[in-house]
Every structure is written in structure tokens, then in C-alpha cells.
């Protein structure tokens, strides 16, 4: 085997082992903030808690029962031993961030660059990717130190519109895939510097403060707790925007820079009726509207070009129920076949081949194969994906795709599962 395939599967690998890392700690930090968040919203005040302390939870789990208090400032007395909660975030930024070079930075001219949108060399795309993580953590950290942070919601709003306007300006710049990973990036950044920059600094200042006998400031707990709520309401974007690379539907058709701005706004809407619930305030069943309602327009926003373009397409649900025995002769046979057969052929099958032709691909990208027209047929609702309804495949339409050629993918796909 040569040393060129060797350093290909070793790169593959490392991949693999990066993502699983980047998942087993985004796993660990997102549940430990999930579980601070639901106890600190159900902390109750009751006759007998100790001087200082806000408020306590009784909890039972694995057979038995936890007794905690929480303190505003702290306690009148430390123990030697504190757990401290922040390896979980760090871990999993430097895992992300290791993530996005391997993939993004690594193949920036698959996965990165979109020379239709902008034609960037290299280097200067991954300057942009780079300066966009710091840059943006800067301007927001100033948001939360100016005259905005005295109150919260205006301040949300503000950060929401710059969130809009990143979502935009990403799109102009890089392919769909990356432009969402870029979101979900600085937001992570975001989340993990007030992790690393501000709760846990304030936090040790004020345990300096106690262990030399003096009464810590308590704006230090009401400043880190600014950037915990953030945190909160951050992460379940987040989560959506780290999946999407698997759903074209969300990341490479026309509005999805509008898709990525109208996650935030679900983030919101469910964080808030958990955290209700979790305080005890109520059930705040408007949420699921609301969440519904956005879901709903997304999936319009995703569709909607398409439509205006095929008026006579209804895809709908029958997609979704196809089967390869009953469908693949429809497929095979339909007269639009042979200009399908020649579309992927030239613009796919150099890299879904068993021996791929593109340089630094050595195996066929999820080991899809698109060789033969059984093959091709078989996976006919993918295509439509990936390459009909979505701009997804080719990545960064690196053999250049044109409009009229995906409208024949569109064409041939809804014409043929009518019969």
C-alpha cells in the first residue's frame, strides 16, 4: 500500500476519532448543563436552610437521596475539596475546533469554498473561518459589558440580530455546510469563552475572597450569571446546527440562511418551556405552537423555490415511501433516465466510483456508488436530495452542476414516482 493511501486512512480515522470525542463531551457538557440549569430553577426556600444560602433541592436517583443547597455569594466556610464544572466545555470546544480543521480547513476546497459564491484561495478562507470565531466572541463579550446588559431582553434581541446578520454574510461566503457549521462554531465559542473568560474567573475570585476572610462582591454571581443564561438558551441551536450537515434540505437550498436564523428562535421558544416547567411556573403549552409553527415554516422555506420553479412537482410524502423493489423499474425506465444517467456520470460518478478519480478521495464518499444505472435508480430519492431539490452534492458544485441539469434530476424524480 503506498504511503499516499496510508496517510488517507490514517486521516479518515483520526477524523472519526476526533468527531466521537467532539460527541462524548458535547454529550457531557450539554447534560451537566442541563442538570444545573433544571436545579437551580427548582430550588426552593424553606424554614430551616442555613445562613446565606438561597435555597435547596431534595433529589433521589440510583437508589439515593441528594441533599443541595446553593448559595448566591457562597457559604461562610469552604471545603477543601470544590468540584469545579468546566473541563466538559473546554474539552468540547478543543475537540470541535479540531473537527473543523481536520474537515473544513483539511478539505476547504470541497466543503469550504464555494467559488460561485465567492472565489477565495485557501488560506484566506480559513483566515476568514478563524477571525469570524474571535472576532465575533469580542463584539459580543463588549454587548454584555455595555449599558445593554442592565437589560437582558433588549440585549437578547440585539445579539439575535447579529446572529441574523452572521447567518446572511456566512452564506455569501461559504458553501451551505460550512456556513451552518460556522454558526454553530461561534456560537459554541461563545458559550465555552464565557465558560473559560467569565463564569469560571468570577467564580474563583469570589472563592479567593472567602478563603482570605473577606466578603465577596456579589456582582461577580450576577455577571456570570448573565452569560449562564446565554449558555442556556444557545445550546440547543447548537445541536441543530452540528447535525445539519447530514440534512441538505436545512443547509444548501436558497433560504438557508433564513432556516439557521429561525433555529435560534425555536432554541428560545423550547428552552423557555422547559425552564418553566423546571421552576415550577407553569405550563406554558404556547411553546409547542410556537416551536411547530417555525419548524413548519422551515420546511416552506426549504421547499419553496423549488415549487416556484416545478409548479407541476408533488414529490410531497410518496418520496419518502419509496422502496427500491417497487420503484426501481419506474426509475430505470422513465424517458428523462438517459439524461440523468449522463448528469451524474459526468458530475458525480468521478468520486462515487469504487476507484475514485478525484485527487485525495480513496474510497467512494460513504460508500455511495453511482457507476452503474441500477445503481443510479436505486438511489434515485438521494440524488433528488442531494442534487435536485438541494445544491448539497456536488460539494461546492466543484464540477459545476448547472441549474438546467438539476431541474432534469427534479423532473425525472417526480415524473417517475407518479407511476
Known amino acids: 500500500m503506498s504511503s499516499e493511501l496510508i496517510s488517507l486512512f490514517v486521516m479518515e480515522w483520526a477524523e472519526f476519532a476526533v468527531r466521537w470525542l467532539h460527541v462524548i463531551t458535547a454529550i457531557a457538557w450539554i447534560g451537566s448543563s442541563f442538570y444545573f440549569i433544571a436545579l437551580d430553577l427548582g430550588l426552593r426556600r424553606t424554614p430551616h436552610l442555613p445562613a446565606n444560602a438561597h435555597g435547596e433541592e431534595w433529589q433521589v436517583h440510583g ?78 463579550s463588549l454587548l454584555c459589558r455595555s449599558p445593554l446588559a442592565q437589560s437582558p431582553t433588549l440585549l437578547m434581541l440585539v445579539l439575535y440580530a447579529l446572529l441574523v446578520v452572521l447567518s446572511w454574510g456566512f452564506h455569501q461566503i461559504f458553501t451551505g455546510r460550512a456556513a451552518f457549521i460556522h454558526l454553530g462554531a461561534i456560537t459554541a465559542t461563545i458559550m465555552s469563552a464565557n465558560v473559560f473568560m467569565v463564569i469560571i474567573p468570577n467564580q474563583k475570585i469570589v472563592v479567593a475572597e472567602l478563603k482570605a476572610g473577606r466578603t465577596p462582591d456579589a456582582r461577580y ?6 452569560r449562564s443564561t ?22 444548501a437550498t436558497e433560504y438557508s440562511w433564513l ?55 408533488q414529490a410531497g410524502d410518496d418520496a419518502a415511501a419509496l422502496t427500491f423493489p417497487s420503484r426501481l423499474s419506474a426509475f ?45 435508480a436505486s438511489l434515485a430519492r438521494e440524488i433528488y436530495l442531494q ?25 425525472w424524480f417526480e415524473s417517475a414516482i407518479k407511476k
Open 63 to 140: 437508589g439515593g437521596f441528594y441533599h443541595i443547597q446553593k448559595y448566591l455569594v457562597a457559604p461562610d466556610h469552604l471545603p477543601e475539596h470544590l468540584t469545579w464544572f468546566k473541563w466538559e466545555s473546554y474539552s468540547t470546544w478543543l475537540s470541535g475546533f479540531a473537527l473543523l480543521a481536520i474537515v473544513y480547513y483539511g478539505g476547504a476546497e470541497m466543503y469550504l469554498i464555494d467559488a460561485e459564491k465567492m472565489a477565495l484561495s485557501v488560506p484566506a478562507a480559513i483566515i476568514i473561518s478563524i477571525v469570524s470565531l474571535s472576532g465575533v466572541w469580542v463584539g459580543y
Open 221 to 226: 454571581g450576577k455577571i456570570a450569571k448573565l
Open 230 to 251: 446565554h449558555n442556556n438558551y444557545l445550546t440547543l441551536p447548537v445541536i441543530f446546527l452540528m447535525l445539519s450537515g447530514h440534512y441538505p434540505l436545512a443547509f
Open 259 to 313: 432556516i439557521a436564523s429561525l433555529v435560534f428562535l425555536m432554541g428560545v421558544t423550547i428552552r423557555h418551556y422547559f425552564n418553566t416547567r423546571h421552576a415550577r411556573a407553569g405550563n406554558p403549552r404556547w411553546t409547542w405552537v410556537a416551536t411547530t409553527f417555525i419548524f413548519v415554516v422551515i420546511i416552506w422555506l426549504s421547499l419553496w423555490p423549488q415549487w416556484q420553479q416545478d409548479q407541476d412537482g
Open 332 to 376: 430505470h425506465e422513465d424517458v428523462r433516465f438517459e439524461d440523468v444517467n449522463t448528469i451524474v456520470a459526468g458530475r458525480c460518478a468521478m468520486c462515487h466510483a469504487k476507484e475514485p478519480l478525484w485527487d485525495g478521495i480513496a474510497s467512494p464518499p460513504k460508500g455511495v456508488l453511482l457507476e452503474t444505472p441500477v445503481q443510479i
Open 387 to 411: 442534487s435536485g431539490v438541494s445544491h448539497a452534492m456536488p460539494p461546492a458544485n466543484l464540477t459545476y452542476m448547472e441549474v438546467d441539469e438539476r431541474a432534469i434530476i427534479r423532473a
